[in-house]
Nanobody, 115 residues
Framework: VQLQASGGGLVQAGGSLRLSCAAS?????????MAWYRQAPGKRRELVAD???????NYADSVKGRFTIWRDSAKNTINLEMNSLNSEDTAVYYC?????????WGQGTQVTVSS
C-alpha cells in the first residue's frame, strides 16, 4: 500500500486546513484502519485521529471538537478537516494505514499555524 498525503500549509491561528491521504496499490482492500499522526519538533509522533472500515472514529483529546476525519472508500482516501487551529497544532502530519498486510506510512505534510 502506498499513501500520498496532501493539503498541508501555513495558516493563521483560528483558521482551517484540510488534509487528504490517498491509498493506492493492489492491497488497498486489506486496509482496516487509516489514521493521521503528527510529530512536532522535539516531540514524539502522536495519534491525531483514526477511522475504521466501519466508520468508527477516534480522536486525540487535544483535537476533539475541532478536527473531523472521514473516509471516501470509493476513492481509498481519508480526509482530516482541521478547524480552530492553534500553534500547538504545528507539526508534520503523517497518514498511516493498518491492515492484514501490515502498516504503511505516507510522507509527511507540514502544517504550520502562525499566531
Amino acid at each position: 500500500v502506498q499513501l500520498q498525503a496532501s493539503g498541508g500549509g501555513l495558516v493563521q491561528a483560528g483558521g482551517s486546513l484540510r488534509l487528504s491521504c490517498a491509498a493506492s496499490g493492489r492491497d488497498t482492500f486489506t486496509i482496516n484502519v487509516m489514521a493521521w499522526y503528527r510529530q512536532a519538533p522535539g516531540k514524539r509522533r502522536e495519534l491525531v485521529a483514526d477511522i475504521t472500515n466501519g466508520g468508527n472514529t477516534n480522536y486525540a483529546d487535544s483535537v476533539k471538537g475541532r478536527f473531523t476525519i472521514w473516509r471516501d472508500s470509493a476513492k481509498n482516501t481519508i480526509n482530516l478537516e482541521m478547524n480552530s487551529l492553534n500553534s500547538e497544532d504545528t507539526a508534520v502530519y503523517y497518514c498511516r494505514s493498518t491492515g492484514i498486510r501490515g502498516v504503511s506510512w505516507g510522507q509527511g505534510t507540514q502544517v504550520t499555524v502562525s499566531s
